[in-house]
């Protein structure tokens, strides 16, 4: 059989598709109506709208189907409960990408595992940190906060350096856990002076824990008890980019780290810590 294509579809049913997207209006109370019904009073204090400018959009619903009245409110029919959830999430991706469109723009976030990248929704309420001229420490300081305010620490990554390092075992020596996955290219480096030194201490500890992956990692993560932390590699240079992250409390994005370091670990390899 052959597979009908998304633009196909379009094509054939361009009018309905476009009657909620083209519509401020009409979009606002599919959203609304998604956590349930509700009153035309309501949905005027949520729109900003007149009774007189809502009620034919809400018409328009109705003939689609997706609409109806019940009691009084206004409800989703079966097909509006369809339909509500796949806009509310076109909505969200478009606001997470607007928010934070530079970091987007000029990051490799394919370096993000396809089904990850396709829930950056959950990345809504995270704010970009950047270095600037006034500030040239603001990732690190940044960093070093989230660090110093955990009770544990889950971290992926192919990069390091002996500051971050540094905070790492200082994390460990205060007896929070902390598991580390990295590439193999980097674990070997760990091997080498001067994480050697200083990962010294840290033999024996049994809340430190390091892996190797075997996936590639194109991306620096960092997830504690609340808080995200995600590095990218920039277009421009293919180079991991230690000037900008992407920072977040909320725990929608502490959870979606969560589970991106979960991906990672569910094929890592224990390593031992050199000695």
């Known amino acids: 059989m052959k597979e009908v294509s998304p633009l196909e579809i379009y094509n054939e049913f361009h009018d309905d598709i476009q009657a909620i997207f083209r519509s401020r209006?009409?979009?606002?109370?599919?959203?609304?109506?998604?956590?349930?019904?509700?009153?035309?009073?309501?949905?005027?204090?949520?729109?900003?709208?007149?009774?007189?400018?809502l009620i034919p959009k809400i018409r328009q619903l109705?003939?689609?189907?997706?609409?109806?009245?019940?009691?009084?409110?206004y409800a989703?029919?079966?097909m509006g409960r369809l339909v509500e959830p796949?806009?509310?999430?076109?909505?969200?991706?478009?606001?997470?990408?607007?928010?934070?469109?530079?970091?987007?723009?000029?990051?490799?976030?394919?370096?993000?595992?396809?089904?990850?990248?396709?829930?950056?929704?959950?990345?809504?309420?995270?704010?970009?940190?950047?270095?600037?001229?006034?500030d040239v420490f603001a990732v690190y300081a940044s960093f070093q906060a989230?660090?110093?305010?955990?009770?544990?620490?889950?971290?992926?990554?192919?990069?390091?350096?002996?500051?971050?390092?540094?905070?790492?075992k200082v994390t460990v020596m205060e007896g929070r856990p902390a598991e580390l996955i990295v590439t193999g290219e980097l674990a070997r480096r760990l091997d080498d002076e001067p994480y050697r030194t200083m990962l010294e201490p840290l033999t024996g500890h049994e809340n430190f824990k390091m892996y190797t992956s075997s996936s590639p990692i194109r991306l620096g993560l960092t997830v504690t008890n609340g808080y995200?932390?995600?590095?990218?590699?920039?277009?421009?240079?293919?180079k991991y980019d230690a000037t900008t992250d992407l920072v977040g409390t909320d725990a929608a994005a502490v959870s979606w780290g969560e589970r991106l370091f979960q991906h990672y670990k569910a094929d890592a390899k224990a390593l031992e810590i050199p000695q």
């Not at 956590?35 to 009774?51: A, D, M, Y």
């Not at 109806?68 to 409110?73: I, K, L």
């Not at 110093?148 to 990069?159: E, G, L, P, Q, T």
């Not at 995200?228 to 293919?238: E, F, I, P, Q």
């Open 25 to 53: 209006l009409q979009t606002q109370v599919m959203i609304a109506l998604g956590s349930g019904s509700k009153p035309l009073s309501t949905l005027r204090e949520i729109t900003g709208s007149s009774s007189q400018a």
């Open 62 to 73: 109705e003939a689609l189907h997706y609409v109806e009245s019940v009691r009084g409110d």
């Open 76 to 78: 989703l029919t079966p």
């Open 86 to 134: 796949k806009i509310g999430r076109a909505v969200a991706l478009m606001g997470v990408l607007q928010r934070h469109r530079d970091f987007w723009v000029e990051h490799e976030i394919e370096g993000i595992p396809l089904e990850f990248l396709n829930e950056i929704e959950h990345l809504y309420h995270t704010e970009v940190v950047r270095n600037i001229e006034e």
């Open 146 to 168: 989230i660090l110093r305010k955990a009770s544990w620490i889950h971290s992926v990554s192919s990069i390091t350096s002996p500051l971050l390092a540094d905070e790492v």
């Open 228 to 238: 995200l932390s995600l590095g990218l590699y920039r277009r421009d240079t293919g």
